[in-house]
Each structure stands twice: as structure tokens, then as C-alpha cells.
């Protein structure tokens, strides 16, 4: 199929028609590469459902866990939305290991929760509701209508906001004695912040992560650019799918 066809293809197999038709078919949960998802939500949109169908929802993100998560590795996962990637992880952990998550809505870190319950992961996965913050112990959150695209950092005039408990990598690791781990985040330009503190990612040794270009100040930091930061911090570049890397701790044993 041409290149320029796909986004238009996409756009009818995985419209909101499309998914009202799978929903009225399927009912409370769909299957979604080997897991079970919740769909009976109001946050859940038809135009979601049908690309969880179709395996288009986040499908760089799920890819690159599918390939490059180390199931013998304790993951940190930041910006966990509905629990569909989180499960993902979940499944592909080693006995033993376990997944700490973070959302920063709080009726999606429920809904995570109830995903992985459904799954029968709640025994290796803790889902925390806060967001990632170094600017205090609360931080303003604004949330979208999808499960995707809620920030901190809001591309547009503040509305739909709500305030939410601020944590820090050092707390969550120091919290879960997390001393080797993976990180997978997809935080909407947070990752910024984590870039200001590079001593926070001690014990880090792979990140999966969703980049996005961030404004600061009067210039924009492009995903390039933090893909530089990171090789400067010792990450090598594994993987790139778009705004999706890879990327993993060089030299280490």
C-alpha cells in the first residue's frame, strides 16, 4: 500500500464508526495482542476501540515493547493512560520482576488498575495515581477527552485542569528499591524535566520512550535534539520508530 494511502486507510478501519460497530459487537472488553482491555468506558472513544481492534493504538510503542522490554528487568512506567501498554509490559516480565506505574489522571490509573486485574497482573504491577514533577509537591494536570495527550506541559489555554501529586524518578525508585530498571515513558514533553536532572536516571539502563518536541523559552527543544542529551548521558540510540526510541545504557555488563 502507497506510504501517503495509510493514514486514510487507518483513519476508516479505525474511525469512530468503525469502533461504535466493534463495541456493539464485542461488548465490555476486546482482545488486544493476547490481553483483554476494558472498552465499557466513558473515557474510551469509538475511534480507540477501533484502533485497539485493528492493533493500531500506539502501535510504535507496543512494538518496541514487544521487541526490545528485558523480561528480566524491573520496569518503571510513566504516563501508564488506560493500562494498554501497562499490560503489555506486564505480560512480558519474568517471574520475580515487577512494574511500578504512574498516571497522572486519576480515573485512568483506575482504569489501568482495572485492566490489570482483568489480566490477573495486580500481584506484579502497582499503579500509582501522580505525575512526574520537580516543581513542587502538587502539580497542574490537564486532562483530554482520550486516554492519550493529558500534560503537565498543555499545548493550548489551560482548561480541564485538576491538581495532582507531584513524585520524582528518585522517589519512585527509592520507594520501590528500583535499582536496575527499564524506564517506559510517553509523558508529553515531561521527559524535558528529566533531562534537567540526569543523576535521576541512575539505575536506568534501557528507555522506551514516545520524544516530543518541547517549547522552552523562546526556542523549541525538537526530539533530535533530546536524542543528543540522552547519548550524552550514555544512551545509545537502539531503535527509532518516528517519535518512538529506544534507547539503552552503553557500557554496561
Not at 66 to 89: C, H, K, M, W, Y
Not at 182 to 203: A, C, N, R, S
Amino acid at each position: 500500500m502507497p506510504s501517503r494511502a495509510r493514514p486514510l486507510v487507518a483513519g476508516v478501519i479505525a474511525g469512530s464508526f468503525a469502533g461504535f460497530v466493534i463495541r456493539r459487537v464485542i461488548g465490555s472488553t476486546i482482545r488486544h495482542r493476547g490481553t483483554r482491555i476494558r472498552i465499557n468506558h466513558p473515557r474510551v472513544s469509538n475511534r480507540m476501540v477501533g484502533a485497539l481492534f485493528w492493533q493500531l493504538y500506539e502501535r510504535a510503542e507496543a512494538d518496541q515493547i514487544r521487541r526490545f522490554l528485558p523480561g528480566n528487568s524491573d520496569v518503571l512506567e510513566l504516563g501508564a493512560s488506560s493500562g494498554v501498554n501497562t499490560v503489555q509490559i506486564a505480560a512480558r516480565l519474568a517471574a520475580g520482576h515487577r512494574l511500578v506505574s504512574v498516571e497522572a489522571d486519576p480515573e485512568l490509573s483506575s482504569l489501568a488498575e482495572e485492566n490489570c486485574r482483568s489480566n490477573s497482573f495486580q500481584d506484579k504491577v502497582t499503579v500509582i495515581s501522580a505525575a512526574l514533577s520537580y516543581e513542587g509537591s502538587e502539580v497542574r494536570f490537564q486532562r483530554n477527552r482520550e486516554p492519550i495527550g493529558g500534560s503537565v506541559r498543555p499545548r493550548t489555554v489551560a482548561t480541564n485542569t485538576i491538581s495532582v501529586p507531584a513524585v520524582t524518578l528518585a522517589q519512585l525508585t527509592a520507594d520501590f528499591g528500583l535499582c536496575r530498571y527499564t524506564l517506559v515513558m510517553d509523558i508529553e514533553g515531561t521527559e524535558w524535566q528529566i533531562l534537567q536532572h540526569p543523576e535521576e536516571l541512575k539505575g536506568c539502563w534501557r528507555i522506551i520512550a514516545e520524544l516530543h518536541d518541547v517549547e522552552e523559552g523562546s526556542r523549541t527543544v525538537t526530539v533530535g535534539e533530546m536524542i543528543g542529551m540522552f547519548e550524552k548521558l550514555g544512551f545509545g540510540l537502539l531503535h527509532q520508530d518516528g517519535r518512538c526510541v529506544v534507547l539503552d545504557r552503553q557500557l554496561m555488563p
